[in-house]
């Protein structure tokens, strides 16, 4: 049986959300995002990739580290705001902690070459771990209103804009996210009037 075939399960308490989250946070360290992905739609069953690519979506686009607004968004859909406050703790608390130790190190150590070297080396994890958890949710845009020739589209000019042409990020989301909020909205309104 497929994960997307199983029962979607929810939270057990605010508790369980504070861990869930905490364990999540520390080990991500750079690459969050894919961590969080695995064990919300196919380990806890919580949410379906569709479902997840949504909530990144807006994520995405609200101000913050996305994953604290994917926390925050999935805290207060099973628990109100007290449990977006327990998922935004469970993110943020060990982090926070953790944070603050390395930092007190690397200032001691910032100039050996291991540490830089070590620094380095996890960018190209962090980047590979990106990039993996992009194309395993690939497969939600299939029934994305738009279809994925036209998602693939988006994402390709986003990427020339920001990457290649050096465009202000903001512009580029304000542009594009309007742009494809209006054809979703569209198509899903033909859709609508197609099945009435």
């Given at each position: 049986?497929?994960?997307?075939?199983?029962?979607?399960?929810?939270?057990?308490?605010?508790?369980?959300?504070?861990?869930?989250f905490t364990l999540l946070a520390?080990?991500?360290?750079?690459?969050?995002?894919?961590?969080?992905?695995?064990?919300?739609?196919?380990?806890?069953?919580?949410?379906?990739?569709?479902?997840?690519?949504?909530?990144?979506?807006?994520?995405?686009?609200?101000?913050?580290?996305?994953?604290?607004?994917?926390?925050?968004?999935?805290?207060?859909?099973?628990?109100?705001?007290?449990?977006?406050?327990?998922?935004?703790?469970?993110?943020?608390?060990?982090?926070?902690?953790?944070?603050?130790?390395?930092?007190?190190?690397?200032?001691?150590?910032?100039?050996?070459?291991?540490?830089?070297?070590?620094?380095?080396?996890?960018?190209?994890?962090?980047?590979?771990?990106?990039?993996?958890?992009?194309?395993?949710?690939?497969?939600?845009?299939?029934?994305?209103?738009?279809?994925?020739?036209?998602?693939?589209?988006?994402?390709?000019?986003?990427?020339?804009?920001?990457?290649?042409?050096?465009?202000?990020?903001?512009?580029?989301?304000?542009?594009?996210?309007?742009?494809?909020?209006?054809?979703?909205?569209?198509?899903?309104?033909?859709?609508?009037?197609?099945?009435?």
């Amino acid at each position: 049986m497929s994960t997307d075939a199983a029962p979607l399960s929810s939270p057990k308490s605010k508790m369980d959300l504070f861990v869930t989250f905490t364990l999540l946070a520390i080990q991500g360290f750079g690459g969050v995002l894919t961590v969080t992905q695995r064990v919300l739609c196919e380990q806890k069953r919580w949410l379906t990739r569709e479902q997840f690519v949504e909530i990144l979506a807006v994520g995405q686009v609200l101000p913050g580290p996305n994953v604290c607004n994917v926390a925050l968004m999935i805290g207060d859909r099973y628990y109100g705001w007290r449990g977006a406050f327990a998922a935004l703790a469970g993110m943020i608390l060990v982090p926070l902690i953790i944070v603050l130790l390395v930092t007190a190190l690397y200032t001691q150590h910032a100039g050996n070459p291991v540490v830089a070297g070590v620094l380095k080396g996890m960018g190209a994890v962090s980047a590979g771990l990106i990039l993996g958890t992009a194309l395993r949710l690939i497969g939600a845009l299939r029934q994305n209103p738009m279809g994925l020739p036209l998602c693939a589209a988006f994402t390709v000019v986003g990427f020339a804009g920001v990457a290649l042409l050096r465009w202000p990020l903001v512009w580029v989301i304000l542009c594009l996210g309007l742009l494809a909020c209006g054809l979703a909205w569209y198509r899903l309104r033909a859709q609508d009037q197609d099945r009435g």
